[in-house]
């Protein structure tokens, strides 16, 4: 059993190197997510704060669950206000990192293990330049749906607010990962939605990054609690 799981692995990491397959999987993926999004019909929740900001220059780190990564870049047009966001560079978050690309989003890559200064350092300076900064908090091997450290010291230190971000769609299914993950499903409807968040301190004890982690984490749940809730109200019909 021990030496077929390690042929298994063996073909597993051959699979992911292969770029002719990584980039037939890229394409899929970028496929099938603007399809999805084509054909879904969508409402926006709690962006007008935001716009404000975006209308004064003023950029947010926007912080999602890893399960909930998909649409980020379908929050807005981004033409006017350039986004970025921080993913992993592991083989399978490639696939979606390309997608990113596509729609003109800058993509910093973290490293799966080891020194990410560099990343956090490039990330303070794209928030200083007035792009915002989408990081899923709670990836990229969780616990889910718990906010980490790291976008708060971000935000921190480019003082600017950490803001919860999400969709929700009528039609999915969730994959068996360690974060459910949601796969949307074309021809529903949707709601994107973006909250107020908070700036935190350039410096923290750790009882206050604690807190600051707890608080992000209910400013994420409840906004999803909230784009739920939006999907499951009665829309009027036509007359």
């Given amino acids: 059993m021990n030496n077929l799981k390690k042929q298994w692995r063996r073909f597993e990491v051959r699979f992911q190197k292969s770029r002719r397959v990584q980039g037939a999987l890229q394409s ?16 926006k929740l709690g962006f007008e704060s935001y716009e404000a900001d975006i209308a004064r220059g003023v950029p947010r780190v926007l912080c999602c669950w890893h399960s909930r990564l998909v649409f980020t870049p379908y929050l807005r047009d981004w033409s006017d206000h ?8 592991h083989a399978d978050a490639q696939i979606a990192s390309e997608n990113l690309r596509q729609r003109g ?27 915002s900064l989408g990081i899923t908090v709670d990836g990229p091997f969780g616990p889910p749906e718990e906010a980490k450290p790291g976008a708060l010291v971000i935000a ?19 994959l068996g990962t360690w974060d459910r993950f949601v796969v949307p499903l074309p021809f529903g409807r949707g709601v994107l939605a973006v909250g107020d968040g908070f700036t935190p301190p350039k410096r923290m004890s750790e009882e ?8 992000l984490t209910s400013l994420i749940a409840d906004l999803g609690e909230r784009a739920a809730q939006r999907l499951s109200e009665k829309r009027p019909q036509p007359r």
């Fill in 28 to 43: 899929l993926f970028s496929a099938y997510v603007n399809f999805v999004f084509r054909t879904t019909r969508w409402q």
């Fill in 105 to 131: 989003v800058e993509v910093i890559e973290l490293a799966t293990s080891g020194d990410n200064t560099g990343a956090i350092k490039h990330a303070v300076k794209c928030l200083r330049k007035g792009r």
């Fill in 82 to 89: 350039p986004l970025t966001v921080m993913a992993s560079g």
């Fill in 208 to 215: 206050e990054m604690a807190d600051a982690q707890a608080r």
């Fill in 156 to 174: 921190g230190l480019a003082g600017v607010q950490a803001a919860p971000c999400t969709y929700e769609v009528t039609r999915k299914f969730r």
